[in-house]
Every structure is written in C-alpha cells, then in structure tokens.
C-alpha cells in the first residue's frame, strides 16, 4: 500500500525498504492491468467517436477508416424520426425520473423507519428482486398485463414500466443516507415543537437531498437508455430514441448511428460539468447548513 | 467499516421511542410503505403474477387460452431450448468470472492505490456507464469486425494473423458480456476495498504477512459482502441478458432474453416465452436466496452512488 509507510511512520520503514522491489513488481503489474482495462473500457467509446466521421461505402458503416466526413452529422440533424424519438424519450425520463424519486425515496425511508419488521424486511425483498430481474422478464409481463387489463400503450404505459428498476435503485441510494441520519437533528425538532411531518419536511429531507438528486439523475439516465421494456411497449407512434436505433441496427451498423452516439456523448459530458459545478455549490451551501443544525443541536465539529 | 455500519443500531429508533413524541414521529412513517407497496404492486409484482399464470396456459396461434397445463415447461425444458438455457447459464457464470478477474485488479487499484488519482479513474470508470448501453455495444461490432480496429492491432502483436471471425459468434458474446458488466463490477468492489481502514492492513503488515498473504486473509475477507454483491449483480442479469447476444452473437450467439423476446415479437407463442421467463426467475430467485446472507443487502451500491 502505498499509504502505509506515510500512516506507518518510521517503524515499518526499514521492512518496508528491505520488501520494496517485490512490492513494486506487483504494483507495477496492477498499474499494468488497470492501463489495460481502462483501454478496454474506453475502446468502443473512441472507436464511436471515430467511426462517426467515417465516409463508409455505399452509405454502411466500415470497419476499416474509408475517409472523413461530417456528413452523417447533417444527416442525423435532418431526420425527422429521429427528432421525435428523441422528444418521446425526454418526455418519458422526466416524469419518469420525478415518479421514480419520490416512490423510491418512501421506500427507501420505510425500509429503515417503518417500526414493523416484517413490513421492512418485505420491502428490502421487493428491492433485492426489482434490482435483479432481468429487464427481458419484465418487459414482456408488462406487455401482457397492460393489454390483459385493456390499457392503451402510449405514454402512461412507458412511464409506468420503465419505473420499477429506478425505484429500487433510488430507494438503496436513500436508504443508506437514512441510515448515517443525525437523529439528535430530528429529536431537536420535535423538542421545538415540530410536528412529524414538518420534521419529515424541514429536517429529514433537506439530509436526503444529494441522495434524492443522484436518483434523479440516474432515474433519467435509465430511462433514457433503455432498450427492452420500450422495445416492447413501443407503439408505432410513442417510441423512444433506443428503439429507434435499434431499429436502424438491423442489417449491420448504419453510419448515422455513431454520430447520433457522439452528439449524446457530447451532451452527457456537458451534463458532467454541469452536475460537477451544481453539486460543489450545493457541497459548500450544505456543509454550512450542517455547522449551523449541528450547533443547534449542541454538537460541537458536525459529523 | 462495512460490518460497523450494519451491526450498529439504527440512529434515532432508540431515542424516539423513548420520548413523549414518539407516537407522533412514528406515525407518519407508519404510511411510507403505502406509496411503494401500491406502485410496485400494480406495476411490478401484478405483471409478474400474469406472466406466471401465462406459463400455464394453452397457446392459440397467436391468442392464449387460460388452462393449468405444464407442457409448456415440458417444451422449454427440452432439445433446443433446454440446450440453450443451461448454456445461457453456464455464459453467464463465465462472464462473471471474466468480469471479476479483469474487474479485481481495476477496483483494487482504484480504493486502495490510485490517490490522487482516484477522483479521475472513477470517473473514466464511470464514463461508459452514462453513455448509451446499447451504442457501446454497438461499437463492438465495428471493433471486432473483419479488417476492424482489434484485428489490426492482434496482427501487429503476432497474436492473430489474417482476418477476424469472430463476429457472430460466441466468442464476440463473452467479449461483450464482459465488457458490458465490468462498470457494474467495478462498483461494489471499489467501495468495499475503498472502506477497510488502513490500519487493519498496516497491521497485517506489522504481524508480518505480505501483500499477498494480506491481500487473501484480510482485505478479501473484509470486502466479501461486496464481493457477492458484485457477483450477483452481474450473474443474474446476465442471465436474462438480450442486446448483446443480438447484436454480437447472430444466429449461433443466441442466449435465453432472445429466445424469450421471439417468443413474443416474433413466434407469438407467449405461453412458452412466460415459461421460460418463469424459469428464469426461479433461478434468480434460488440464486438470490443462497446468496441473500453473503452479500448484507447490497450496501455498497447506496454507498457508491
């Protein structure tokens, strides 16, 4: 480790000296490895990157570099299919996302709070399996429960279905800020004569909001990326942007594929940046909320 | 740390109860259940119960007629489709143990070495993860194509020579599969080698072990939850896995989430896919129980995110 001989200080040392070339060797061959993974993770994000400024023959994709173009770039900006893919799957993420939060957000508080065991210890089940179950399983029991119980597919219908996974994931994001609360916040409120939902309100969810907007956002992402359950509960008109490239991807790549996957690249890095700035002002808004609840309650540091 | 957080008492439980209060406080989260219960009842738990009974039921070219029949699991679990359900099972035990001997190294040196670089290395990490799925996926077909990308450089390493098969096969499949769960490895693992205290392995060290000795009765013991966490959250999608065996895998490559997709969108015997899905689920379901203990209710992902 090599943190070990700072923490260690002067006694392990001298070990430390006599054991260093066998310690680099390995630490070497993991440098080693991990270079090699990263190549292996990053690959297919460069290679889409690259390939979508690929001329290609007859209007295929190649998989040798035939000659640069941004044609493929003007082509995906006039699509009109494309357009409306991609509004359907925005319109579908958000209140998705929003659904996902709040549902998510209950279970992941009744999952610690709810005084009755056997009620959490259903719930934490429930969470285990919607993480688990393979999206495959779930789209087709969706399709067959919406047109069993004559619901119209549409909008409601992909919303409904894309929820249950997001739930689970932000219900375990939530659940294990619950857990790390400050309860001496929550007794000080009740002390002050605040009632339980103003408590729920004033001082238990302003703790749980980096947790809640983490599951925002990847309620979001999921949504917008997920292929099976839209592949199945996709009408000819309400149908997301992965539908519709994996529509395109069915005799071989189509080139415009990898130009609409490095627009959203694109997107994704700026959401980043984004999302990196917004949650430092929030770190620096938060960590003087702390020190403030924290001298109210009579602590003295904060956590 | 992990076994601190999970053995202490929950913060407050005790504190409230003991107060005046306490009633006042707990009956607001006596309703939190109710939201989640009534979303996950209807969409969730009520979908799956139709697909059960579906997995009974008699096929009518095309329509279904509701009957208590097993022959449905008769046809699934036989020839063809028995072939390719255990061999589903055996890809996805091998995709997870490719994805945790290439996923190890990565999360060890991602909690325990990298530093100052950590913040950089979890997000190149991370990266693949915010892009589409589907699209990276996708770009394997262009790498390990014929005359494509991996091709030349196999060639220039004198590992391979002359031109690359290996789209469409099984070969591309378990590339894939490893490829596509290694972030969802990665995860848990780093969290859990992230979380042991470095005096535990300073002291290992102390006591004289070396790295390695350290390395197999400390620090993997000590991570063992996440290492089961990570293990399962990587079998048992993988099991149901459908895009990457449809677009890497062709004709030969095909796993159980296709065979359960044509059933639908394209033989429409929705009997024998329910059958199949049901099946599916029971090995979830086994698999989940046996390692319900192991993995201390997957701690590490709320941690992580």
Redesign the interface.
Known sequence: ????PL??GR??RL?ASK?SR??NA??TG??L??VC??I??????V??VI?AFNKGVLGK?T??FTGFTTHWFAAVWADPTLHHSLAVSVKVAVPMAL?SV???T??G??V?????KP?RLT??A?????????????G??????FT?TNFTLGYMTLI??H??FP?A?V???????V?????TL??AA?DLGA???R??LDVILPQLLP?II??LI?SF?FSF?D??IS??LATPTVSTL?VY??GE?HS??APN??A??TM??AV??IG?ALVGIVSRIFARAGAQEVSLSSAVAGQHGGP | MSTI?SSAP????G??SA?P?GL???????L??L???A??G???????G??VV?AFANSTFGGVQLAFTFTNFQQALSGFYLHIFLHTLVFAAMGTAGALI??M??A??LG??A?RYRTV?A???L??F??????????????L?????V?AVLNFLGLHSGSLGWIDTNKAVAIGLV?GY??LMVVPLFVSFDRIP??V??AS??LGA???KTFLHVTLPIARPGVFTAI??TF??M?????IPA?LGGDKGVLM?GL??NQ??GAAN?PL??AM?VL??LV??VV?IAF?RLTR???Q???A?
């Open positions: 480790m090599s943190t070990l923490a260690g006694i392990s070990r054991l066998r310690f390995i630490d993991l440098w490895i991990t993974v990263f292996f993770l990053l690959a297919p994000i290679t889409v390939f994709q998989a040798t659904i709040i549902v998510g209950t279970a508080l009744a610690v709070r709810h005084p009755w009620m719930l934490e429930l969470m285990y399996y919607l993480l688990v179950v393979p999206e495959i399983v779930l087709i029991s969706l399709l067959i429960f069993r409904a279905g929820s249950p739930i994931v219900a375990l994001i939530v659940r294990s800020r857990v790390a609360l400050d309860a929550e007794d009740a009632r339980s939902w408590s729920l947790a983490t599951g990847m992402t990326d292929l099976i592949e199945m992965p490239i994996f991807t071989g790549v594929v990898y609409i996957a959203m690249l994704t890095l980043f | 957080a929950r913060p407050g439980v504190s409230r107060r209060f006042i406080v707990t009956g607001i989260e006596r939190t259940p939201l989640p219960l979303w996950l209807v969409f969730f738990v009520a979908p799956l139709f697909t579906y290439v996923g190294p990565l060890y040196v325990r070495k530093g290395l997000v190149a990490v990266i693949p915010w892009t589409s799925f589907l699209l990276r996926t996708l770009s394997w077909e262009t790498l194509a014929a005359g494509g990308p091709q490829y290694l972030p470095a005096e392995l300073e060290k102390d070396n790295r390695i399962l959250l048992v999608p099991t149901g896995e459908f895009v677009l989430g359960i997709y639908y969108l929705y896919g329910s899905a599916v689920m979830i379901g989940l319900s209710g997957f701690d992902i709320g941690v995110a």
